[in-house]
Structures are given as structure tokens and as C-alpha cells.
């Protein structure tokens, strides 16, 4: 069954850039405040491109509470669905929906080339927020309707900082920055100048062991458009 969700998002990604810039949404009593948008936006100067995301609470203040397991474990995420092509990071032309993740998930380390604690082991960090490219998919087995898409390491096309997960998801390195009600991350992309963006923050769950989708989207706490129309639009910066 297609969720309002999966059918927006799939629209969404057939639509020629938004006329907008940023993107503003109201508060909601019934939603946790660290996960309540009211506000998004993203620039680029050509080469490097930040996205940030305004929330009620303070950003970064919920974190998923450890399991102690890889298969079950929780999620948190604030993202950036895109117009942009999978391509311009690395993945596949065409393979699904591109966007930005700011993620926390205690049970597992999906960022084995940073040690973003800084405490020497770089294999200890997934319970701290930090930077994913993914790309998503629709799958009906998802109580969202969406997946990070499945894939199979070393055949199918990653980008060079993926960390061979079986999953389209990379792990470049950016570390984002929470301040008060905000959460902002700048990371490498180039043409990304007025292409669409949305902003959602939902929950992510790691599926039991060899079952597919191996991570769904399970839950979405807020969208930015209200229906994932990516009406923002990623602008120049100005000098």
C-alpha cells in the first residue's frame, strides 16, 4: 500500500526545481520539539554546499536509546530529501531519491574512516550525530514506504568514502553542527545550485538479521512542506 509519504516523494523527485528558497513550517503542539520544524535551508558558494534545518526544541537533544544489538537498533534522523541526481556524489545515475542525513544511532558504527569522538577507535561513534549521503527508495515492507535502497558491496556503484555497508549510503566525513534550535552541516557537492530540497526528521530501523530492506524508514515526525513537494531551492551564496 502507498503511504502519502512514499506518493509524495516519488512525485517530488519527477518535478523540475522549486521556486523557492527557503522553506517554513509551522509548530506543532503534538510533536516532540527537537524534532519539530519551523524552519530549513541550503546554499552553495559552487563547490561546497550547507544545509541547515531550525527545529522547536533544541536540536539534537533526542538521541535513540541503545538496544544493545545491531538488527532492531533505532535511527534518529534529520534530512534532506534533494532534487539532486545520485550521481553527483557517487552512487548510480538515477537509482532513487538523493539526500542529505544528520544521523544517531548508539548500536552500530557506520563511519569506520572517522573517529569523530576523537578517542583514538574510529569504530565507537554511531551513538554521535553525524553525516550520511543516502539514497532512498520506495518499499511497501517499510511502515513509511521508504528504504535506504539495498545494494551489494563491491558490485554495485558506491561513492569512495561508502563504508561498504549493503546499503546506498555514504560517509564523507562532515561533522554537523547543533546550536540551540539549529543543526547545519556543509559538505562537498558540486551543481547543486537551484536544485529542490525539503526537510523531514523521522526514525530509521535496522530490519532482523537476513531480512530485506535491511533499513527502513519507520516513522517520519515532521516535513518541512507539510508534503514532501521539495519547494525550497538551494541558492548562491552571496560574497
Not at 46 to 68: I, N, Y
Not at 93 to 115: E, R
Amino acid at each position: 500500500m502507498r503511504t502519502p509519504l512514499l506518493t509524495a516523494l516519488a512525485a517530488a523527485a519527477l518535478c523540475l526545481p522549486a521556486a523557492a528558497h527557503d522553506i517554513r513550517s509551522p509548530t506543532d503542539a503534538k510533536k516532540p520539539t527537537a524534532f519539530d520544524i519551523t524552519g530549513a535551508s541550503a546554499s552553495t558558494d559552487g563547490r561546497l554546499a550547507t544545509f541547515m534545518m531550525e527545529v522547536a526544541g533544541e536540536a539534537g537533544s533526542v538521541k535513540p536509546e541503545a538496544t544493545g544489538k545491531l538488527h532492531g537498533a533505532r535511527v534518529a534522523a534529520y534530512v534532506w530529501p534533494t532534487g539532486l541526481d545520485p550521481s553527483v556524489v557517487g552512487f548510480a545515475k538515477k537509482s532513487g531519491i538523493l539526500a542529505l542525513a544528520v544521523t544517531a544511532h548508539p548500536d552500530f558504527d557506520d563511519t569506520p574512516l572517522i573517529d569523530e569522538n576523537g578517542d583514538g577507535d574510529p569504530n565507537n561513534d554511531g551513538k554521535d550525530w553525524h553525516s550520511h549521503w543516502v539514497v532512498l527508495g520506495k518499499d511497501a515492507a517499510c511502515a513509511a514506504g521508504l528504504k535506504v535502497l539495498d545494494i551489494t558491496a563491491g558490485v554495485d556503484v558506491l561513492p569512495p568514502t561508502a563504508p561498504m555497508l549493503p546499503l546506498a549510503l555514504d560517509s564523507p566525513g562532515m561533522s554537523p553542527l547543533f546550536k540551540g534550535h539549529r543543526v547545519r552541516i556543509t559538505l562537498p557537492v558540486k551543481g547543486a545550485q537551484d536544485a529542490a530540497f525539503d526537510a523531514v526528521t523521522s526514525e530509521l530501523q535496522v530490519n532482523a538479521a537476513g531480512k530485506t530492506p535491511l533499513l527502513c524508514v519507520t516513522a517520519v515526525h515532521d516535513v518541512a512542506s507539510g508534503d514532501l513537494s521539495l519547494p525550497g531551492r538551494i541558492v548562491k551564496e552571496k560574497k
